[in-house]
């Protein structure tokens, strides 16, 4: 079992930089494959948007298309922890952001985990709001 906390939220002006970071506690955290997630909860409906994912050794990342070359995922196994650098940044990046775990890999073999389902355990979130 592993429990997450996402910290690095904050007010930015479109076109700046945020540092998300989440920080794990529990056991094997280099055995789970690490994602980030965003939800905008004042649009009805609006499900959890997968954001970006990297493999457990820190090998392989995806991403979501909407923010491939903008952001980027890392992760520090000796430090339990995973980061998401996010730089021009949009108004449209604004949401509460999530980071997430699953055991095992990141790509199933013939498709990468992107959806909610796949992760088994998930932090508080932390709100990005970028003003236009």
């Known amino acids: 079992q592993v429990q997450l906390v996402e910290s690095g939220g904050g007010l930015v002006q479109a076109g700046g930089s945020l540092r998300l970071s989440c920080a794990a506690s529990?056991?094997?955290?280099?055995?789970?494959?690490m994602g980030w997630f965003r939800q905008t909860p004042q649009v009805p409906g609006k499900e959890r948007e997968f954001?970006?994912?990297?493999?457990?050794?820190?090998?392989?990342?995806y991403y979501a298309d909407s923010v491939k070359g903008r952001f980027t995922i890392s992760r520090d196994n000796a430090r339990n922890a995973v980061y998401l650098q996010m730089n021009s940044l949009k108004p449209e990046d604004t949401a509460v952001y999530y980071c997430a775990a699953r055991w095992g890999s990141y790509y199933s073999g013939t498709y990468y985990h992107t959806t909610v389902g796949d992760y088994g355990y998930w932090g508080q979130g932390t709100q990005v709001t970028v003003s236009s």
């Open positions: 954001v970006a994912v990297i493999e457990w050794s820190g090998d392989g990342t």
């Open positions: 529990g056991r094997s955290f280099s055995s789970y494959a």
